[in-house]
């Protein structure tokens, strides 16, 4: 019953934006943490944020720190991922995670992100 709908990837030039989206359903999305992995190709999938339930924690890894922004509209069970001066090193598939307090953690399906002049 619970899932996580991605969208907004998509091919992108270096520098520009997107904007990724996760619409979830059939959890408690506000206590749940959300998480955006990515994975390129070769390499192995990697944390890239992460945001509390309410909101109030925010972690990014380093390479995305000032570019990313994380964020969460709990009203509409969805959680964001805004990407800005993207590289080419930006270009993996983009992962949706949810962590509820009890239960084991869901996925989305994926959305392809490629950076490319």
């Known amino acids: 019953q619970v899932q996580l709908v991605e969208s907004g990837g998509g091919l992108v030039q270096p520098g520009g934006s997107l904007r990724l989206s996760c619409a979830a359903s059939g959890l408690t999305f506000s206590r749940s943490t959300m998480r955006w992995y990515r994975q390129a190709p070769g390499k192995e999938r990697e944390l890239v944020a992460s945001?509390?339930?309410?909101?109030?924690?925010?972690n990014y890894t380093d390479s995305v720190k000032g570019r990313f922004t994380i964020s969460r509209d709990n009203g509409k069970n969805t959680a964001y991922l805004q990407m800005n001066s993207l590289e080419s090193g930006d270009t993996a598939v983009y992962y949706c995670n949810a962590v509820p307090w009890i239960g084991p953690n869901y996925w989305g399906q994926g959305t392809q992100v490629t950076v490319s002049s």
């Open positions: 945001i509390s339930g309410s909101g109030s924690t925010i």
